[in-house]
């Protein structure tokens, strides 16, 4: 059995531990790898290394690590192949579907390499008398990235290209489910020219995590996963004193006005909804149709379209839409929460349950389902359920629509479909969610700008990627300079404007 370990110092090495977490292959449903979950010595020793290579990264001119960044850059693109059926192996997520997982975060690379640009400080000349003034951005030092399993490239890469371009060294640690591309990045990263400790890669569960949190030596902690996680590790690492941003779930609403175009809403509601089989953080897993006209035809648009979704392995290439769901778990308590909707009184239009694929009778699959007539009060309209399943909340108007959306828990993204700009332009302007899409499911922004949801879907300050991540992963310092030519000014005790 393969057994995966730690990257540390340029090098792959094997955990000493002795504890270990099962890789499954979601689709066989079979362990293909044993991951190494580290210790605190090893956790300790990664990070003192990373402390040390810090320092040198740190001095390291910003022209120059971007030059690390284009390296890095073309790299992936080279290995995106590779990196993609790796994606696929531990996710189960289609092959292009994985491509777009490592493609989005090779965009978050390319920004990185302006990062001179970025990184540049303020000058205001002469702010006083002979008084020059400035901000520079440096470095927090070791910084943490902390990642879930949906999205084994993308993720990892929003962490790490943005702290390291910053000049900081980072301990990276992936989710235990998916943990081989963020180590196959770490290689290239190497490849590219990047110096070793600056990014080490310690694999490892909530032993890990709380060793990270309390480390004295960590500076920074960027978390993306659920909700309750999210929270907990941003209790933690700000009670230590650390600059923390932690993303957490979603549940992604989706409001369809009566004056929208229905099959192109239906076609997004389809690739939103189900893509990755729902186990995206922007999937729309509400749709709320305006008007009972617009939620009759929405559903009668929406079934053919699911009944024709093909599920399956990666290896079946083109043929298929989605793939099986991460763990046996996941799939459990996703056919739980259909139970739960069908008793709870919603009505259950298309089921996925007991849906099993011939040869791959022991993988995590379920098939898509739709749920009309949910309401607000039902488990499965209030837990994030990140699985394909699709419910229908009906409003009558669009205040309720829009009502709805403000007062659910998330706020991560939101969507909505009408040929009327003066509802989108009100949607967009009152909503309390942080990305919202106007005739566009996952308005995931580009990499120049920056992510992040409201509400409990994040805690902490400033977004991930783009502008946001150079603030983050940096400090200002503002120094005030005065030089004395000229100036016949004596001794003042007073705290006076520089006039
Ligand atoms: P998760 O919260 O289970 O795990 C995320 C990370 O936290 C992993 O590295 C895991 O090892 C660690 N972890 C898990 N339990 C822990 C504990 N008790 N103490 C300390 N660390 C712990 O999330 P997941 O299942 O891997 O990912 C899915 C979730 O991530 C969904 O809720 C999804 O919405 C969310 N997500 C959010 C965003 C975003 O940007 N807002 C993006 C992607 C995914």
């Known amino acids: 059995m393969q057994e995966i370990g730690h990257w540390i110092n340029g090098k792959l090495v094997a955990g000493t531990s002795g504890r270990f977490a099962d890789v499954y292959n979601p689709a066989t449903g079979e362990v293909q790898a044993r991951l190494a979950l580290a210790t605190a010595t090893e956790l300790d020793d990664a990070i003192q290394k990373a402390a040390v290579a810090q320092k040198a990264w740190a001095n390291v001119n910003p022209q120059r690590r971007a030059r690390v960044m284009m390296a890095f850059g073309a790299l992936i693109n080279k290995n995106m192949d590779r990196l993609a059926e790796l994606v696929s192996r531990e996710h189960g997520k289609t092959l292009p579907d994985a491509r777009g997982d490592v493609q989005r975060g090779l965009e978050v690379v390319e920004v990185c390499m302006g990062a001179p640009a970025m990184l540049k400080g303020e000058f205001t000349d002469s702010a006083g008398p002979g008084i020059d003034l400035y901000a520079m951005r440096q470095p927090l030092g070791v910084v943490a990235g902390i990642t879930p399993f949906n999205f084994p490239a993308m993720i990892p890469l929003w962490k790490m290209a943005p702290a390291i371009a910053s000049g900081n060294a980072m301990i990276l640690k992936p989710s235990e489910r998916c943990p081989s591309t963020a180590l196959l990045l770490a290689e290239l990263f190497q490849e590219a020219g990047l110096p070793d400790g600056v990014l080490q890669v310690v694999n490892g569960d909530k032993d890990v995590v709380d060793g990270i949190l309390d480390h004295p030596v960590i500076q920074a902690v960027g978390f993306v996963g659920s909700t309750p996680i999210a929270q907990y590790i941003y209790g933690r690492a700000a009670t230590n004193g650390k600059r923390a941003q932690c993303f957490g779930g979603a549940k992604n609403h989706m409001v369809i006005m009566p004056d ?28 709320v149709p305006v008007g009972e006209k617009t939620a009759d035809a929405l559903i009668e648009k929406l079934v053919p379209r699911i009944e024709k979704l093909k599920i399956g392995p990666y290896t079946a290439g083109d043929d298929v839409d989605f793939g099986p769901v991460i763990t046996s778990a996941s799939l459990a308590r996703i056919g739980g929460l259909i139970d739960s909707g069908v008793e709870q009184g919603a009505k259950l239009v298309v089921d996925g349950r007991g849906f099993k694929l011939q040869g791959y009778e022991k993988g995590f699959f379920i098939g898509p389902s739709l749920f009309d007539n949910v ?19 009906r409003a009558k108007t669009y205040d309720e629509a829009l009502a709805l959306v403000m007062d659910n828990e998330y706020g991560n993204g939101t969507a909505i479909f009408t040929a009327d700009g003066d509802t989108a ?9 942080g990305m919202v899409g106007i005739n566009f499911p996952i308005p995931v922004p580009l990499s120049y700008f920056s992510f992040g949801g409201w509400k409990r879907s994040a805690f902490g300050d400033l977004n991930q990627y783009g502008p946001d991540a150079f603030r983050f992963y940096t400090k200002t310092k503002t120094v005030t300079a005065r030089w004395f030519s000229g100036i016949k000014e004596g001794a003042s005790l007073n705290f006076k404007a520089m006039d």
């Open 425 to 433: 332009r009100d949607f967009a302007s009152r909503v309390n969610v």
């Open 375 to 393: 309401t607000p009060d039902m488990e499965i309209y209030k837990q994030e359920i990140f699985g394909p399943v699709l419910s229908q909340v």
């Open 260 to 287: 929208a175009d229905l099959d192109k809403a239906a076609d997004a509601l389809i690739g939103a909804g189900f893509g990755a089989a729902g186990e995206r953080c922007m999937a729309i897993s509400v749709a």
